[in-house]
């Protein structure tokens, strides 16, 4: 074996065996952590008979991320972390509410006792199974109902924060533009509004971060409530219309009118085993009776509203003796209530650490139970995902 074979196998049992420790550049003051991940899988789908578009089994790098995370003094904080897969594909005007390439760009004050002030670009603090980091899942995407296309996950705003009960009562209130991912484009709609968000949550018998995998192994049953809100007045002037995609797949995240979305979630862990349960429900209001939502349907027979929604669980098992994570999801979800049907998935997952979450190989299997015909006919009945995730820090 030649001497350069020997020395790549060596670094990646270095590796997979001890794990990586954290970059660090500090002057004193100021400390600047560098870190990143790249992940690619290979997935291969099961089209409908009917469909004849070639686009099926593929190969696709999921990430090529750069984080950098900074504190200057116990006051400030910074993070800045980007995706270039992304931001290629973002170039083209296709913007993919779960990777939008600019993943967070924020500045945050905490020389205030009481509460943390942070302003800039990230994630809204709204929806538990939104908030869980990608690399600490064993999934390759997340449910439908929280992966953005039904609420947007990130926006350009304020957030204010606070903990009490030594970090088990938390709250968050924050303003935001309401465009979602699309406010990276620097204008607002032509309403001018904004969207106002808040989560409060609460965990017994100690702080709960947002993790699904028990990977400590709680030797104490552990339990957390989270419950979350936000609302925004969109009624657009007369003559005037949203941005183009700005209303995503479904057309939900921007309602010419009110929305009011709602929700709460639940999380538990406890040896190894753990669980999560998140329902959400949104409220629209069109101005326009003869908005496309209302499909069709008369004010005096829509009530001038329709409601969207639904749920998502998930339970998971880490077997640590194995390196091992197991898990299995299923959401249901209604993409309008005018609309008949209901959509239904169901998607286990399989990871195997090499070096604890810095190192997995990991595989997603999907299956679409049932559609909402009329509204999100998919041109797969199920496909799976293998691929590997590496983070070096």
Known sequence: MKTHQI???????????????????????HVLEISGRVSTYYNE?????????????RFRLRDAQIQLEGRIRNDWAYELQVDFVDLAVAGTGDIDPENPGLMDAWVKYKGLEFIEIQAGYGKLPYSRNSLVPFIYSPYWQRAQLTRGEFFSRRDAGLTLSTSTWKQRIKAYAGIYTGLGEFSLRGDNDATGNLEYVSRVEIAYPSRYRYRDIDYFVSPVPMFVLGVNGRYT????PEGR?????????????????ERYVYGFDLAMQYKGFSAQFEMHQMLAKPANP??????GFTPEQTDGRFYAGGFVTQANYFWKRAKSIFSVRYEEFNINDLSPGNAKRFSPALAYQFSGFDAMLKFQYFYIIDEEEALDSMRWTEQWRIGFTLNFK
């Open 233 to 236: 007045d969109r009624t657009l």
């Open 290 to 295: 003869l908005d496309p939502n209302f499909l």
């Open 241 to 257: 219309e949203f941005p183009e995609d700005l209303g995503s797949r479904y057309g939900l995240r921007a309602i010419d009118g």
């Open 7 to 29: 020395l790549f196998l060596s670094i990646i049992c270095c590796f997979t065996q001890y794990g990586w420790s954290q970059l660090t550049l500090s002057n004193g003051e």
């Open 45 to 57: 789908r099961n089209l409908k008979p009917t469909n004849n578009n070639r686009n099926k089994d």
